[in-house]
């Protein structure tokens, strides 16, 4: 079995390494200041006229509100889940199969979902449609792993603060300060999907060559940049592997900063 484990731990480290070795190598091959700090220019599809800048600002103005909007509904739900009702209680049995359900439906899945309910309001494919489809898709992600979360804190907490004569709010600020190191990693690994998924935004967000200027207008995304440019002629695949290797790059950072504020408030939990 510990011979299984080496081969096992070695097969995925090639494939990790192998996926970044390709996308630096191709990416930075290719990439350019002009790429990512310019927007398409008149030229873009026939020559190296500006760049992708409008893609890198889109996913931004997508997941940064989502992420925002998608804690806000979370926390609340996670706390009335483990806190205001017994962790055996029906009500919070029946949400956490709820949210188990939407946690495994495909990111394709609620993209056509919010597409259907948008054609049927007369609504177009702009920033708001990709904001509330990346809402419905990192909600279920941290509804669930803050529920995760929360069961990891012992019950003795809940029954000292009590003891102390809290009340629940102040319970829950206790318990909250418990939980938040998992939850901020927990939140990094939600924008990181979210980042990543072009299945979704395709059918909300559109694509435009231009930087949004409001909510009602379509936005690029660099998942669906990659998406378009990878199976396209010269130069398309190397402006591919320039937004993947931006994309990539984006995520590092989410992950490092994540690990330190992770770990920056465990030790002030010790």
Known sequence: ?????????????????TIIWTIFSKG??????????????????????????????????????????????????????TL???RTDKLSYIA??????????????????????????GMRASLLGGIVVTTFLMVPMLI???DEIAKTIPDEIHEATYSLGATKYETMKVIFRQALPGMATATLLAIGKAIGDAAGVMFTAGFS???????????????????NWVTMPDPFPDRAYSAALVLTVIVLILSIGGRYISNRFSKNNL
């Open 1 to 17: 079995m510990k011979t299984v484990m080496y081969i096992s731990v070695f097969l995925v480290l090639v494939f990790v390494v």
């Open 28 to 81: 930075l091959g290719s990439i350019s200041w002009n790429m990512i700090s310019k927007v398409p220019g008149p030229d873009f599809n026939t020559s190296d006229d500006g760049g992708f800048l409008n893609a890198i600002v889109g996913s931004l103005l997508v997941v940064v509100p989502a992420t925002v909007i998608s804690l806000i509904i979370s926390i609340p739900v996670v706390f009335y889940i």
């Open 84 to 86: 205001y009702r017994k």
């Open 96 to 121: 956490r199969l709820a949210y188990d359900v939407l946690y495994g439906i495909p990111s394709i899945v609620y993209g056509a979902f919010a597409f259907t309910v948008m054609v049927y309001i």
């Open 144 to 146: 669930r792993s803050g």
């Open 209 to 227: 060559d231009a930087i949004p200027k409001s909510l009602s207008q379509p936005t690029a995304t660099l998942p669906l940049a990659i998406f």
